[in-house]
């Protein structure tokens, strides 16, 4: 486990890292009164679990009596899966490709090949495996590696054709060397290209097989160190595969033929099969097909043997997906994939390879997915895969993340889910059923939410450091689908491809309210409902935001300084220039000179909708074409159940919908937020025939730069590497040509300065760094709610800040986090009594803030917010800055969170320079700051978020999610969490070798390798062939980590035996002490009698 050097911070001094700022009052009093709890100390950062399908997968391995599945990725990954909820990632340091992966079955361990040419043992025996060796070849490469079950020699075959042996448990290498020119036939001129398959005979170890790629197959006897038998095909080999008996073994070649040879008749092959050639009737050759990469021969006791192979499809089959084919008797089933088939492995009930394999699934390692196929039904349905491997299935544009959310929220989203699931799956259960769970000490509810690129967005539970899909939400099924006519699409849509891919998602998990923000500037406002409806009119407002100034200088200090006097917000407001939006689809489409105006992008469905239990429309809002120019991608969204308000922004201004009346209440431009106390000099526009905003998202005259915008989140054009330059957010704000709104935040506070009493507001942040104050005026809760209009007054300027405005939040006077109201979950289709339970469900719950009556030099509440460069906290009524910090100078902030921990709250910031801080609160000052990810890429900017209680994530790749916390106390109980991949199991017997076999022979014979590639017979190897790198602990250390059980089990085995031992060299000492006895005796009576009759002066 990495872990990383914590800065710690003095907690006393303020003054030099978190500037404190007094504006017109002392910030002391403030943090007297406030004691903060959080330090330094309860903060640590480190990984906890990646979730997903494996990055550009390269190999694959089973074991079959653990029954875990190890995965190698071409970035030195390796992903190891047991039982759901079972799974552990490990990454090689150098980051090169896995070429081979071979399990030490039943032993909990795995060695991996890289393409670098070195090769690591690693010790599974432990909950984080780690490196017990590694060996690094420096002349030749890597192209093979075996491990026969129940041994410790390694054969490596190299790209030259040479053959090297190491020894598992040392990691040396041995002197005895397979050379190529020894195992080719001497009259031989050309060289027979690297080792593409090695394995040894099953009913005799002593014998290997040897497979080159030019087409020759050697049978080599390790004893006498020569050749027996030699084939040759004229095709190249990309695998061999034997029979059970060990007389015969299979071929696969790259003319998409399979070559069957009996291993005494090394002339021809004794069967030629090619799976997918058309024959021809004069008897000739089948047309070659493509090759066969791989082929296993897998025999049954009661039935005909499985052939399986992938590839060898007939050329003509163009545009044909990957297939896996499946042969058996005389049928054979071609079984279509989704994604090209990097490697497969046939699952057994056998470790042993000279018994009946009796296959029962087929494991398929996909670019994509990994599938496996059960053998034992007709049809070989596909198991239904547990492991959350379906975050790519549409690319991830966004995502949140929730931790502590209501109890009763995971189970009504699985209830609706579980219907969703698909039919015809395998009845039997996941066949990789290895490992055990952790023993978790966390309880509290988590869920991750994510957005994708065809309009879907998914529910994850994500309790206890698993993750689970729990129910999917299409929303492209509001719109039309889309036609192939490409003028229509010219004419509305705004982005080159997926136009119905999430931006923005704002979600209230207590009132289960969810509003979607889509990149061709559309909303979509879901409730949850239990019950299914039909829809027969989906309801639909069209919004004009539109912007009436060009340019504009910025102040001075990039966009805030933040200790100037800052204008006293003005009570009236400007009035707002709202065009009446139609509650149904516009019919006005290109005006009479064929200039698009009222048109959106994408075409609300005028059919019936039927919506199932689960999330259900309520109002769709889309931003129209105004005036030949289209709408610009909503950059800024919150929902406020509470109040029944959706609001959104762009770079155009903001809109505020009202979603129980249907209706928009407010819709200007970002200058009109401001009034009459606008801080800017902007310049006006030059006059044009139309009301035209300036820009647009595809605007023709904007050049390469709207090129650039116009492409959807999932682009392939957009340049990989993350930008450090000052720009604003990752959402591409065009921010050197207006002002855009960058957050919001609805809460209960004070609207104006010197305000006595708290009302509902919105506060709204701006990418120039502005923070406004909106005034909601709100009817009574119930009947009164939906008849009379809610009042919305923008009312001034709250503070200024360097950098867009990424994230606001509220304390009370006691420095408690004060959440945002909202009303608690009601069944929106209830009909008679409960109905009335929904009626009363619907009182809009009161946020449980004291503010005091009397202003005597008493703060009710804390603003705190967050920019790209700076936080602050505000004190409300007054308005005053009472504490400061500059979070970055040289980089920019991407993401901030006011987050809540166990004991106290605390501002989580990203940098885009790859630093993870934490800052206290109210007084902001650090307690974490630590280089995470030194290289920040566009996917991990768009999908890092912070939640409470110290969790976080991001897309670590396209495929995968990485969790990580910068909590203390999740990292010290991180062990015990994590799952045990390694479990005792006894490893099954022998095959039985019957009484004639035993008798007459033919039985499997055993083979001392000990003996022949042991340094007393074969000496020691090339020196400079490969250098030997110790991992922290050897193979008796491995016996030694085993946590729990296992390492009792080991601890005791190993005691027995040196128990054992010790008796025997007692035994054997005590016999050479009787001997020694006996003799002295013996010698002692010989001397006696010969001094017998002897005087004492004789001698």
């Known amino acids: 486990?990495?872990?990383?050097?914590?800065?710690?911070?003095?907690?006393?001094?303020?003054?030099?890292?978190?500037?404190?700022?007094?504006?017109?009052?002392?910030?002391?009093?403030?943090?007297?009164?406030?004691?903060?709890?959080?330090?330094?100390?309860?903060?640590?950062?480190?990984?906890?679990?990646?979730?997903?399908?494996?990055?550009?997968?390269?190999?694959?391995?089973?074991?079959?009596?653990?029954?875990?599945?190890?995965?190698?990725?071409?970035?030195?990954?390796?992903?190891?899966?047991?039982?759901?909820?079972?799974?552990?990632?490990?990454?090689?340091?150098?980051?090169?490709a896995v070429i081979s992966l071979q399990f030490l079955i039943n032993e909990g361990a795995l060695v991996s090949a890289l393409a670098d040419d070195s090769v690591h043992l690693w010790n599974l025996r432990q909950r984080r495996p780690a490196i017990l060796h590694s060996l690094k070849f420096n002349r030749e490469r890597i192209t093979f590696v075996h491990l026969p079950f129940q041994s410790k020699w390694l054969y490596i075959g190299t790209e030259k054709g040479n053959i090297h042996i190491v020894n598992v448990e040392s990691f040396t290498l041995s002197g005895y060397v397979i050379m190529w020119n020894k195992a080719i036939e001497l009259s031989s001129k050309a060289h027979p290209g690297p080792v593409v398959h090695i394995s040894d005979n099953p009913m005799d170890e002593g014998k290997l097989i040897i497979g080159y790629e030019a087409g020759i197959v050697v049978l080599w006897d390790l004893k006498s160190k020569k050749a027996d038998y030699r084939y040759t095909y004229d095709e190249a080999i990309h695998s061999v595969a034997w029979h059970h008996e060990g007389k015969q073994f299979i071929c696969s070649h790259s003319d998409g033929t399979l070559t069957i040879?009996?291993?005494?008749?090394?002339?021809?092959?004794?069967?030629?099969?090619?799976?997918?050639?058309?024959?021809?009737?004069?008897?000739?050759?089948?047309?070659?097909?493509?090759?066969?990469?791989?082929?296993?021969?897998k025999t049954t006791r009661l039935g005909d043997p499985f052939m399986i192979l992938s590839g060898g499809l007939s050329y003509d089959t163009v545009g044909r997906r990957p297939c896996l084919t499946v042969m058996h008797g005389k049928s054979t089933a071609v079984l279509e994939m989704d994604y090209p088939i990097v490697d497969f492995l046939t699952l057994c009930e056998t470790p042993y390879s000279n018994d009946f394999q009796e296959p029962y699934a087929v494991v398929v390692l996909l670019e994509k997915d990994l599938v496996v196929i059960d053998l034992a039904q007709n049809g070989y349905p596909i198991f239904e895969n547990p492991y959350p491997l379906t975050i790519h299935e549409s690319p991830v544009t966004c995502c949140e993340y929730y931790a502590d959310c209501p109890v009763d929220l995971i189970p009504a989203l699985y209830s609706v889910g579980s219907r969703q699931k698909r039919q015809g799956y395998s009845k039997k259960e996941w066949p990789i059923s290895g490992g055990n769970w952790g023993l978790g000490t966390q309880s509290y509810p988590e869920i991750i939410i994510t957005g994708h690129a065809d309009g879907t967005v998914k529910f994850w539970d994500a309790s206890a450091i698993m993750l689970q899909v729990l129910y999917?939400?299409?929303?492209?099924?509001?719109?039309?689908?889309?036609?192939?006519?490409?003028?229509?699409?010219q004419n509305t849509e705004i982005v080159d491809e997926d136009p119905f891919a999430i931006q923005i998602m704002a979600w209230c998990p207590e009132s289960r309210m969810l509003c979607v923000a889509g990149v061709s500037a559309n909303l979509i406002i879901y409730r949850f409902s239990k019950q299914e409806i039909t829809t027969e009119v989906v309801q639909l407002l069209e919004v004009r935001l539109q912007y009436e100034v060009n340019d504009m200088e910025s102040p001075p200090e990039g966009g805030g300084g933040g200790d100037r006097d800052l204008p006293t917000p003005g009570a009236a407001s400007p009035s707002p220039q709202t065009t009446g939006p139609p509650t149904h689809p516009s019919t006005s489409s290109n005006s009479s000179d064929g200039v698009r105006d009222n048109v959106p992008c994408l075409k609300v469905r005028s059919t019936p909708l039927k919506q199932s239990s689960g999330y259900q429309v309520e109002l769709v809002v889309q931003l129209v074409w105004v005036s030949g120019e289209p709408p610009q991608q909503i950059t800024s969204l919150a929902l406020s159940s509470s109040y029944g308000l959706i609001v959104f922004g762009n770079s155009n201004g903001l809109a505020v919908v009202d979603y129980l009346q249907k209706t928009v209440l407010l819709n200007l431009g970002t200058v009109e937020l401001y009034g009459s106390n606008d801080p800017y000099q902007r310049q006006a526009r030059s006059p044009r025939k139309a009301r035209q905003p300036a820009g647009g998202l595809c605007d023709i005259n904007e050049g390469s730069a709207s090129e650039d915008r116009c492409k959807s989140p999932t682009s392939d054009h957009r340049?990989?590497?993350?930008?450090?330059?000052?720009?604003?957010?990752?959402?591409?704000?065009?921010?050197?040509?207006?002002?855009?709104?960058?957050?919001?935040?609805?809460c209960?506070?004070?609207?104006?300065?010197?305000?006595?009493?708290?009302?509902?507001?919105?506060?709204?942040?701006?990418?120039?760094?502005?923070?406004?104050?909106?005034?909601?005026?709100?009817?009574?809760?119930?009947?009164?709610?939906?008849l009379q209009p809610v009042i919305v007054l923008p009312s001034g300027t709250l503070a200024r800040l360097k950098g867009s405005i990424l994230r606001m939040a509220f304390l009370d006077n006691t420095g408690t986090f004060l959440p945002p109201a909202f009303e608690t979950w009601y069944e929106p289709n209830a009909a008679g009594a409960d109905s009335e339970e929904r009626d009363k469900a619907r009182k809009r719950r009161p946020v449980s803030v004291s503010p005091s009556t009397s202003q005597e030099l008493q703060e009710s509440q804390y603003a705190?917010?967050?920019?790209?460069?700076?936080?602050?906290?505000?004190?409300?009524?007054?308005?005053?800055?009472?504490?400061?910090?500059?979070?970055?100078?040289?980089?920019?902030v991407l993401r901030a969170d006011v987050v809540q921990m166990n004991i106290g709250n605390c501002v989580a910031c990203f940098c885009a320079n790859g630093h993870i801080m934490t800052l206290s609160l109210p007084?902001?000052?650090?307690?974490?700051?630590?280089?995470?990810?030194?290289?920040?890429?566009?996917?991990?900017?768009?999908?890092?978020?912070?939640?409470?209680?110290?969790?976080?994530?991001?897309?670590?790749?396209?495929?995968?999610?990485?969790?990580?916390?910068?909590?203390?106390?999740?990292?010290?109980?991180?062990?015990?969490?994590?799952?045990?991949?390694?479990?005792?199991?006894?490893?099954p017997e022998a095959p039985n070798r019957g009484f004639f076999k035993g008798l007459f022979g033919g039985g499997a014979t055993s083979l001392d390798r000990e003996e022949l590639f042991g340094e007393t017979q074969a000496g020691k190897a090339s020196r400079g062939l490969a250098q030997h790198i110790p991992g922290p602990q050897g193979l008796e250390g491995m016996k030694g980590a085993a946590s729990g059980v296992v390492a009792d089990l080991a601890r005791a085995r190993i005691a027995l035996d040196e128990r054992g031992q010790k008796l025997g060299e007692l035994d054997e000492r005590t016999a050479a002490m009787l001997a020694s006895a006996d003799s002295f005796g013996k010698h002692a009576h010989d001397m006696m009698l010969k001094c017998k009759d002897k005087k004492w002066y004789q001698f």
């Open 261 to 297: 040879w009996n291993i005494k008749g090394q002339g021809k092959p004794f069967q030629t099969i090619t799976p997918h050639g058309k024959q021809p009737k004069d008897g000739k050759k089948p047309e070659p097909c493509k090759p066969i990469l791989k082929v296993e021969y």
């Open 748 to 786: 209960e506070t004070f609207a104006r300065k010197g305000d006595s009493a708290i009302t509902p507001c919105l506060y709204v942040g701006t990418s120039l760094g502005t923070v406004l104050a909106v005034a909601l005026n709100l009817p009574p809760a119930g009947e009164q709610r939906l």
């Open 1 to 96: 486990m990495k872990k990383f050097n914590i800065r710690k911070v003095l907690d006393g001094l303020k003054e030099q890292a978190s500037s404190s700022v007094s504006s017109g009052q002392s910030g002391a009093p403030e943090n007297n009164l406030m004691h903060e709890t959080l330090q330094s100390e309860n903060f640590q950062l480190c990984k906890t679990v990646r979730h997903g399908f494996p990055y550009q997968p390269s190999s694959m391995a089973h074991d079959p009596v653990q029954k875990i599945l190890a995965i190698g990725t071409q970035s030195g990954a390796l992903r190891l899966f047991g039982r759901p909820g079972v799974e552990c990632y490990c990454q090689h340091e150098s980051g090169a």
């Open 472 to 489: 999917k939400l299409k929303t492209a099924k509001v719109f039309e689908k889309s036609r192939n006519n490409k003028e229509d699409k």
């Open 864 to 892: 705190v917010v967050c920019s790209e460069k700076q936080a602050k906290v505000i004190a409300l009524p007054s308005q005053n800055c009472i504490f400061k910090h500059s979070i970055t100078e040289t980089s920019f």
């Open 923 to 987: 007084g902001l000052r650090p307690l974490l700051d630590v280089n995470y990810l030194p290289l920040t890429d566009m996917r991990i900017a768009r999908t890092f978020c912070f939640t409470n209680l110290g969790q976080a994530m991001y897309l670590t790749s396209p495929t995968e999610i990485q969790r990580i916390t910068y909590s203390q106390e999740t990292c010290e109980n991180l062990q015990e969490m994590l799952g045990e991949l390694f479990t005792p199991v006894e490893t």
């Open 719 to 746: 340049d990989n590497s993350f930008s450090r330059s000052r720009s604003s957010s990752v959402t591409s704000i065009d921010k050197e040509a207006r002002e855009a709104i960058t957050s919001f935040h609805f």
